[in-house]
Each structure stands twice: as C-alpha cells, then as structure tokens.
C-alpha cells in the first residue's frame, strides 16, 4: 500500500485537484492508480522476460522511496486544507453506531484472507497461471490452463508475490482492491449524501465481497469504481469553481486518468469492456475534440493493449475464447464454446436482495442531476447490459460497489417512509425508546454475526506447514495424491476430474473438459487406445477422481494398460504401461 500511494501520489502531485476536496477519496485514488501503474510495470518486466524477486523488490522499494519523499508535503498539504475547510458537523449517536456496523461486518475480511488457498478458480488457473510466471519470469500461453488466453493484469500482482512471499499473501492483495473500494464508497457517500448512507453503501459492498481467494472481481471492481471517480472528477470540473488549493489545468487530466483505470480494467477481465459505450455517451456531452479522444484512447490501451494484440496475432481473435463465433475457433471448438456457454446459464441467477431498493433512488430527496442521478445510470446500464447477457452474478461485480452504494440510498429511502409512518400512526411509539432499542438489538446481531464468522475465519488459518499440510488434505480433492506425485513424478501427468486442485499438481498437468486435451477426446476411448494416444503424447501417468469419472478406471482391461501407483480417498493414480507406438 504505501509503495503504490508512493507512485500514484507522485503521479497525482502534478494533476493539480479535483474541485470538491476529500482526502481519504483523494489517498484511495492515488493507491489504485500505484496498483495500475504496478501492474503495467509488471507487465512490462514480464514480457522482456524479467520479472524476478530482485526487479520486484526494487520496484516496491521505489514506491516506498516516492511515498516517504511525498509524506512530508502530504502532511502539510492536509493542514493548510483543514484550516480552510469549514468545520463539519459532529457525527450523531446515530451515525456513530452506523460507522461502527460498518466496522463489525468488516472484521471478519481481516481473518478470512489467512486460509490457504482452495477457491475453484484460484487453484484451477488465477494462482497456476501466476505460478508459471513467477517461475518463468516472462509471459507465456499455458494450454494446459482452461483459460491461456484471458487478459492476466491483475493476476500478475499475484505472480509478483509468490517471487517473495506465498499464496496466501495473494489474498491479502485481492483483498485490498476490496477495502479501496470500500473507502471510496464510504467517501462518496459522505460528500454526496450523508454519513447513513455511507456506512450502509460500504457495508453492503463489504459484506458481498470475496477475500478469502485470489480472484480477479473486486480488483475489476476497484478499478472500473475509480475510473467513474476521476470521470466525475473531470464533469465536476466544468460545473463547480475548484476548491482552494484545486488547479484548472489539471482537469483535463481526470480524463486521461479515467481511460487508464479502465484500460487496467480491461486487461483484467473481458467483462470491463462493457462499459466503454456509456463512458464514450459520458465523454460526449463535453468533450468532442479529436486530440482528448485519442489521448484517452492511448492510455487505455497501454495497461491492456499487450493481451489484445497478442491474441489477435497469435489466434485471430482478440477476445480468445469468447469471440470464437465471429473470429474463428484455436484451441476451443464448438462444442467447448457451447458448453460453457451452457454452464453460465446453469449458474444465471437473480441480483441479490441487498440491491433491489436500488429502484427507489428516483423517489430518494438526493435524486437531482449530479452524482447521485449519474450513478443510478450507470447502475440501470449494467443491470440492462447484466440482463441481457449472462445473468451470471459474479460477473456483475464489477458494478457491485456503485449497485451497493445506490441500494444503500433506496434503503435510506425505504426507512425514511417507514419512519413517516410510525411517526404519524404510532406517536407515542416513536417518542419512545422503541427506536433506540431496535438500534441496541442490530448491534447486538451484528457483532454477533461479525465473531460466529470471525471465529470461523480464524480456525482456517494454518499457520504451520503441518496444519496447511492437514488443512489442505481436507478441503483439496486429491491433495494427498497429487503431493505423492509431485514428489515421485512419473512423465507427463493427464488428470480426470481435478480441476480444481490443479494448482497442488505437478506443474504443469494436462485434461480438462474444455480445449486440445479436452476429455471427450480421451475418456471414451477403449483402455488400449487410451493408453496408446496419452503415451504417443509423451504422459507417463494419469490421476483420476473416481466418484466423477467411474467409467475410466473401470473399463474392461483398464489394468493391462495401466499400473496403479497410489489411492487415497477415491483419488487414483496409474502409470500409463503401453509403449509408444
């Protein structure tokens, strides 16, 4: 944190300010710009073939040098503003028990990163990609993942930390794109709206948020978050008179910063790019001059520009593997496409709840044109563009933390006609301490939901190799008999069943239901042709989940062909014996 605020900050120095002031929004903004220009360090390392433990920690030393130089002028920076911002008001009981909710339905997201890691994604491409990389040193196009071709920017901090320290520091590094954006929420809703909606906006983001993993959403998130931050930095700047200390030069540059953010966005996840319409309709209003447009345009292909390109080169579709039906079919085909499409259908789901008072915001008394009336428009266009595509939740996370800020307003909303209605229908009620009680009875439940998870949390936390090793045996399919394999390899390994454990293979492994070592092009094969085309393709072994795939091991003469190696837990391992034709 404090070397990539000593970049984003240096950078953010020579911008001038956005005309309505707020520190901590401010100091969040320059530690995600720190994170993106991080990320395109790394990516930059990565591709000449560099990225090693000494390039990354000179690197990390670098931000931290930036931030000890700008921490002095940072601090006298904050004095002067204090001095000529006007005093505000003190917080309420009220507001003062909503802050400290806010803090309760936190707690458990700093014990939750501590568990190793056994997230289905994590470990079946986030973590062996960034494995692969960080061992490497360079970029590469690992077939044997399900997804070789995906965008990897933020995966790449990932790979940067296992050249220093373990996976589970990843999920502190996921983690964090959660608690900027929480902040960045927390502030919105202060200078917007009021401190309620503030604590509820950054609580619902908070509470739906993934940290115990190293997936890729909440830093999507973060970074579309804070390019619609710099975007509406940059309206602001063309409506208000700046704020003393704000500097007119520098709003164009908001602009510039937006295109940034999300270019890393984009080079994260193909789900980003659904914003670039409404942001284009955005720019429009006010900008129509060739020159900002392409400026824009350069800075958001340089964090994302390399995936693209390389993609398109290299396969002839930029969007590998989603753009197969217009682009042409490599390493998928059409029944791969179709079955995955088949699979987000499966999971197709509806919003959660916590969002649905989102709707209400247009009967909100903030509802005027400004922020408030932008975000909701940005909320309706995701939910359109979510509806109309995948209905897949997590593929909507993107937006979570602005849905979970305008939910909170429709909620604030909600009880506000509530409140009228006791207090019209029940006066002697609402005079009471009946509220106060209700009040005392929501801290009592959520502290008491904040230590059951807590303590949940905490008894995942292996903090020694022989409780990981315990830990991992548990909730890793096949763990045992992959570490047994990793330990005693024999050849390539071919894995049936296993994706999700991938990552405590022997790296790499080959078999998935998708791609050129696709199971439908081995499984179904009589015993002898099976053992004959995984030995022609130089594999030694095959590990397979019994419980999911009964019908290879079982398979009439199945022995003559391959030789048990171990078994634990309905997990099997074979030497493959026939010889290469």
């Known amino acids: 944190m404090a070397g990539a605020w000593g970049f984003g900050a240096t950078v953010l120095a020579r911008f001038g300010a956005p005309a309505r002031r707020d520190a901590w929004l401010e100091g969040a903004i ?151 954006s929480v902040l960045m929420i927390h502030r919105l809703g202060r200078l917007h709206a009021n401190r309620y909606i503030a604590c509820l906006g950054a609580g619902i983001w908070l509470a739906l948020g993934d940290y115990p993993n190293s997936y890729i959403d909440m830093g999507v998130a973060l970074f579309v978050l804070a390019a619609f931050v710099a975007l509406w930095w940059w309206d602001e700047g063309h409506v208000l008179e700046p704020a003393p200390g704000a500097a007119r030069h520098g709003r164009a540059r908001w602009l510039l910063l937006a295109a940034f953010f999300l270019g890393v966005a984009a080079g994260s996840k193909y789900q980003a790019l659904i914003f670039l319409p409404l942001v284009a309709v955005f720019v429009a209003r006010r900008e129509r001059r060739p020159l900002p447009w392409l400026a824009a345009l350069g800075l958001f292909l340089v964090p994302c520009i390399y995936w693209y390109a390389r993609n398109y080169l290299q396969t002839g579709d930029p969007f590998n593997p989603i753009g197969a039906r217009v682009f042409g079919f490599t390493n998928w085909n059409m029944a791969d496409y179709t079955q995955q499409l088949a699979d987000v259908r499966d999971h197709a789901n509806m919003p959660n709840g916590l969002f649905w008072p989102l709707l209400l915001v247009p009967f909100s008394p903030l509802w005027r044109p400004g922020p408030v009336r932008a975000a909701f428009v940005f909320c309706l266009y995701s939910l359109a563009i979510w509806v109309a595509t995948s209905r897949y939740p997590r593929y909507m996370m993107a937006s979570f933390p602005l849905l979970a800020l305008m939910a909170a307003v429709g909620w604030h909303t909600l009880l506000g006609w509530a409140g009228t209605f006791v207090r019209r229908r029940l006066p002697t009620l609402a005079r009471g301490r009946t509220p106060g009680v209700f009040g005392g009875l929501l801290m009592v439940v959520l502290a008491g939901f904040a230590l059951a998870h807590s303590v949940r949390d905490v008894r995942m936390i292996s903090p020694t190799p022989a409780s990981r090793e315990a830990f991992l045996a548990r909730h890793v399919p096949g763990y045992e008999v992959l570490s047994h394999l990793r330990a005693n390899p024999v050849g ?90």
């Not at 960080?134 to 940067?160: C, H, I, K, M």
């Not at 499984?523 to 072994?541: M, N, V």
């Not at 079982?554 to 022995?559: A, I, L």
Request: hydrophobic share 50%.
């Open 30 to 180: 320059a530690t995600t710009l720190g994170v993106g220009l991080f990320i395109v360090a790394l990516q930059a390392l990565a591709i000449a073939g560099a990225l090693r433990q000494g390039a990354v920690l000179a690197l990390l030393g670098t931000g931290i040098v930036l931030a000890l130089l700008r921490l002095p002028g940072w601090r006298r920076e904050l004095k002067a503003r204090g001095a000529l911002a006007p005093a505000q008001p003190a917080a309420t009981l009220g507001e003062k028990c909503a802050f400290a909710a806010l803090l309760l339905v936190g707690l458990p997201t700093l014990f939750s990163p501590l568990a190793p890691p056994v997230a289905f994604d994590e470990v079946m491409y986030h973590l062996p990609y960034a494995r692969q990389v960080a061992q490497s040193g360079t970029l590469g196009v690992y077939e044997w993942l399900r997804y070789p071709w995906f965008p990897y920017n933020y995966d790449l901090l990932y790979a940067a930390a296992l050249t220093v320290y373990d996976d589970v520091f990843t999920h502190f590094i996921h983690g964090l794109a959660g608690w900027l």
């Open 492 to 581: 390539r390994l071919y894995q049936v069943g296993l994706n999700d454990s991938i990552y405590f293979a022997p790296n790499p492994v080959w078999g998935d239901i998708f791609g050129p070592f696709r199971y439908s092009d081995y499984l179904y094969l009589p015993a002898d042709q099976l053992a004959r085309k995984l030995a022609s393709q130089q594999f030694g072994s095959i590990v397979i989940q019994t419980a999911l795939a009964p019908y290879v091991h079982t398979k009439p003469d199945f022995d003559k062909y391959f030789s048990l190696i171990v078994e634990k837990d309905g997990v099997k391992a074979y030497r493959i014996l026939a010889p290469t034709p």
